[in-house]
């Protein structure tokens, strides 16, 4: 027994804008599938005609539209994504009004557009006995994409349901767990509690190597033991039915012998910043775009404002190594704690989604926030939270122990075993000490030999 289902208003390039080109005709399965326009047309949800037997019957066409319940209004408000600026489609004009800017036009590809739905009657079906899908309901008003049927029907079963059990959200912050942001030990305690559970969705990592690094002078940076360690800690810890890995690169790097018993569990993409800032306040702005630094920070801070903006997903930083799986956390949007400093982040590895607010003020800081000496990093981030568009900050620790509890570890030179400070940890950051050679017993050594045992184990060849 099929339930209705109100679709979302989406962009037409379509040049017709009437009402008429996509009247709804009692069909509630229509509605919506047309231009803008039409997101103003009425439809009502039709209950399936039963026997005395309960078996559904055909209904006729012409009785379609004298079906009873509830009838829906649509209406459609465009909101730019990087403002935060609202404009909604005037009744009368063919053209959007931007009421705050008082621009006119068509729609820029910033913008995104949401609708909703209110219950306008109820001819012969009380309003109380139809029931729609969990958060679909907001005092009277029924958001779109929700799916109603009556009360007095089953709810119907979903073939296409996720077998993973969503994750609750990690509702943790300086204010109210002072102590997981100021003793690591309390706050890996906390992760061991945390399970070992699969993302909620399908989720895209992104990975980012500059082989050409410099000005005028430019080196070349090749791809080597290093870099290939925190892709093959991605493959090893993550849920891969689940998880999927981007790496990026200004050069083709599918060929890298590091790389090629991985080649097919991967997607390269090569990064061409001018691509990647078209549709976004960046596009008019080349000259900082294409800034270049030797230690390729900057760049590092518009590849991962840009590409999580366009494509949502996890940004990890080629210095960090992953020890599990992130599924616990990717429920929400995150960076984490610049060591134990309070309103000090770090985005060696964040989470974003796709257009999200966070990310398009990270763009907006780009262009703001001069570079000068340092990078478009942790001032970019605080700017961000200060205009009120705030995240997850999750503790230091989780990622990055021995910031906060060694300041002097030394990744690549043999020391004493300190396992103690990885125990529930999700990640392992070393840096950027790229020069230093690895000396066997380091921890990057014991390590990459537990990481490679995995993956051989799970079929790969390390």
Not at 362 to 372: A, D, M, T, V, Y
Not at 419 to 438: E, V
Not at 451 to 460: A, P, W
Request: proline share 7%; net charge positive; aromatic share 10%.
């Amino acid at each position: 027994m099929p339930a209705v289902t109100f679709m979302s208003c989406r962009r037409s390039r379509s040049a017709s804008r009437t009402a008429a080109a996509c009247g709804c005709g009692g069909r509630p399965e229509r509605c919506g599938s047309g231009p803008i326009r039409s997101c103003s047309t009425s439809c009502a949800p039709i209950p399936p005609l039963t026997d005395r037997g309960g078996t559904p019957m055909p209904r006729s066409s012409a009785s379609l539209s004298a079906a009873p319940g509830p009838t829906f209004a649509r209406r459609c408000i465009v909101t730019s994504c990087c403002r935060g600026k609202r404009a909604r489609w005037s009744e009368t004009a063919s053209r959007r009004v931007d009421r705050h800017a008082g621009i006119t036009g068509r729609i820029k590809r910033s913008c995104r557009i949401s609708c909703i739905e209110r219950a306008t009657s109820s001819p012969t079906t009380p309003a109380a006995s139809w029931v729609c899908g969990a958060n679909a309901i907001a005092g009277s008003t029924i958001t779109s994409g929700s799916t109603c049927r009556p009360a007095s029907m089953p709810e119907p079963v979903c073939r296409n349901r996720s077998r993973h059990r969503p994750v609750d959200p990690i509702a943790i912050s300086p204010q109210t767990h002072y102590e997981l942001y100021h003793d690591w030990r309390q706050a890996l305690a906390f992760c061991r509690a945390l399970p070992d559970a699969s993302p909620p969705m399908p989720v895209t990592f992104h990975m980012f190597w500059r082989q050409r690094v410099g000005g005028i002078w430019r080196r070349v940076r090749p791809f080597g033991r290093k870099q290939a360690l925190p892709m093959k800690a991605f493959f090893a810890t993550q849920d891969l039915s689940r998880c999927s890995l981007t790496l990026w690169s200004d050069e083709d790097l599918s060929a890298n012998e590091w790389i090629r018993p991985f080649a097919e569990h991967l997607t390269f993409r090569l990064y061409r910043p001018d691509v990647e800032a078209g549709g976004t306040p960046l596009e008019a702005m080349p000259a900082i775009y294409r800034q270049r630094d030797r230690r390729v920070w900057r760049d590092g801070d518009l590849f991962r404002a840009l590409v999580l903006h366009n494509y949502g997903g996890v940004y990890v930083d080629m210095d960090m190594v992953l020890l599990r799986s992130l599924g616990a956390l990717l429920s929400q949007e995150f960076v984490y704690q610049w060591e134990n400093y309070d309103g000090v982040y770090n985005g060696a590895l964040m989470h974003l989604r796709k257009g999200s607010d966070f990310a398009c003020e990270l763009i907006h800081g780009i262009i703001e926030i001069l570079p000068g000496d340092s990078n478009w990093g942790r001032a970019n981030f605080r700017r961000a939270f200060d205009r009120g568009v705030g995240i997850t900050v999750f503790p230091s620790p989780f990622f990055d122990t021995e910031w906060q509890a060694d300041l002097h570890f030394e990744p690549f030179k043999r020391t004493p075993g300190s396992a103690a400070l990885y125990d529930g940890a999700f990640a392992w950051h070393w840096h950027n000490r790229w020069d230093q050679p690895i000396q066997a017993g380091s921890k990057f050594q014991r390590l990459e030999a537990r990481t490679d045992q995995k993956l051989i184990q799970m079929g790969f060849t390390a």
